[in-house]
């Protein structure tokens, strides 16, 4: 079936370093896209989004960047900090209108200090 | 601003006893309403959803049950709970008070089945 996947389960930076965090997916209707950060014993939060119509959206020191040919997604973390050590997970919904997401089994990110 | 609420934070449990988790919602109204699991080191599976009061859609076959008797309240139950059932369950909202596609995740509850 459809699936939502990482590239890399886990992934260690040194602090003030950049990271970036890859995910794939298989579904090319998937039209929106969310990254979250789930720190430990906490529900994940939403970091940011980007629709199918976007291939690339800015945030505070977070960039998704999204290329539909190869059905790739990618969150950049610039100068990273202590407090970004958390497992990150990307989702997507398939169709328009659907209320479901599917996520990917995440990507866990160690910040070295 | 919307806020979201679960409880307990934790809970410990017998095998075949039963179980009760909530979830409430507050500062949004008519919101879709989701039941996850996540089990240790994993990514979250989708157990129940709810885009109205009394309408529930069940993703995966369990032991587990899901009721939403009033607009912003979810319920999660289960008769007899199996060691299976243990993981964090996390609830969560969506809807047009933010952005449509986007779903907000609560604190979660550790469930630990014994």
């Known amino acids: 079936g459809e699936s939502v996947g990482l590239h890399l389960p886990t992934l260690s930076v040194q602090e003030g370093d950049n990271s970036i965090i890859n995910c794939a997916y298989s579904n090319s209707a998937s039209d929106y896209f969310i990254w979250y950060k789930q720190e430990s014993g906490k529900g994940p939060q939403f970091i940011i989004d980007?629709?199918?119509?976007?291939d690339k959206r800015q945030g505070q020191r977070v960039t998704v960047l999204l290329n539909k040919t190869v059905k790739h997604l990618s969150l950049q973390i610039a100068a990273t900090q202590p407090g970004d050590s958390a497992v990150y997970f990307c989702?997507?919904?398939?169709?328009?209108?659907?209320?479901?997401?599917?996520f990917g089994t995440g990507t866990r990110l160690t910040i070295i200090p | 601003s919307q806020t979201i609420h679960q409880w307990p934070a934790t809970l410990v449990q017998p095998v075949g006893s039963p179980l009760s988790l909530e979830c409430t919602v507050e500062?949004?109204?008519?919101?879709?309403l989701y039941w996850y699991r996540q089990a240790a080191g994993r990514g979250l599976q989708l157990l129940f959803y709810s885009v109205g009061i009394g309408q529930i859609s069940s993703e995966v076959p369990q032991n587990l049950s899901a009721s939403r008797p009033q607009d912003r309240q979810f319920i999660l139950s289960s008769k007899k709970l199996l060691l299976s059932d243990s993981g964090f369950y996390l609830c969560?909202?969506?809807?047009?008070?933010?952005?449509?596609?986007?779903?907000?995740f609560g604190p979660g509850t550790r469930l630990t089945v014994l």
């Open positions: 989702a997507e919904r398939v169709v328009f209108g659907n209320e479901k997401l599917t």
């Open positions: 969560a909202w969506g809807g047009l008070a933010g952005p449509p596609d986007t779903q907000y």
């Open positions: 980007i629709r199918s119509n976007m």
């Open positions: 500062g949004t109204s008519n919101p879709n």
